[in-house]
């Protein structure tokens, strides 16, 4: 069946380094994916998203890498900060089936 | 513009209750889909409604059923209500499109004692 898997469940980081996230997924059908942040208390927030026609794609100090032949994403964080701290789920669509699914998600702690 | 609203944000039911959770979607989306976070299991999805249809259910017993209103509002229900339904129910609203767009709201927080 489809999974989104993540490879650590937390990660912890000076602020100011870069931080690295990573997902796997088992589905071939994902053809969309969506990284979310969720602080404590809140729902999650998107970050940013790529479809599978793309390899890279890059927001305002993030970066999401998409390797399809090992069914792997990651998300970079660059020179992350202390508002940073949450935990980072990955997700992806299919597209025809209307829902997310999501991996366990990550705890990133910035150290000040 | 206004966000996706859920309420309410607390609730505190016992055994055997029945509870209905709603979801105001972002306006003009017509898509409204539920899900459920515990630390156990993560997000798992329950169900999708577009234009007051349901287009997909997770695998969730019987007892979680859910509904969407003409004006895209959206209601879920868990009747007779387990310790184990404690959890985070979150709701994210889109456009209804074939991928993405998804927004979350805060959620409900459901504890049955």
């Known amino acids: 069946g489809e999974s989104v898997g993540l490879h650590l469940p937390t990660l912890s980081v000076q602020e100011g380094d870069n931080s690295i996230i990573n997902c796997a997924y088992s589905n071939s059908a994902s053809d969309y994916f969506i990284w979310y942040k969720q602080e404590s208390g809140k729902g999650p927030q998107f970050i940013i998203d790529i479809r599978s026609n793309m390899d890279k794609r890059q927001g305002q100090r993030v970066t999401v890498l998409l390797n399809k032949t090992v069914k792997h994403l990651s998300l970079q964080i660059a020179a992350t900060q202390p508002g940073d701290s949450a935990v980072y789920f990955c997700a992806s669509d299919s597209g025809s089936n209307y829902k997310l699914t999501f991996g366990k998600g990550t705890l990133l702690t910035v150290n000040p | 513009k206004a966000g996706v609203t859920q309420t309410p944000r607390y609730l505190i039911k016992t055994r055997g209750q029945q509870v209905t959770l709603s979801c105001s979607p972002i306006s003009g989306h017509r898509s409204v889909s539920w899900y459920q976070q515990t630390p156990g299991q993560g997000l798992q999805f329950l169900f999708e409604?577009?234009?007051?249809?349901?287009?997909n259910k997770g695998n969730f017993p019987g007892r979680f059923s859910g509904r969407q209103f003409s004006n895209s509002r959206s209601e879920m229900n868990v009747s007779t209500l387990e310790l184990g339904d404690s959890a985070l129910y979150l709701c994210?609203?889109?456009?209804?499109?074939?991928?993405?767009?998804?927004?979350f709201g805060s959620g409900t927080r459901l504890t049955v004692v």
């Open positions: 994210a609203s889109s456009s209804g499109g074939d991928m993405g767009g998804y927004t």
């Open positions: 409604y577009f234009s007051e249809t349901q287009r």
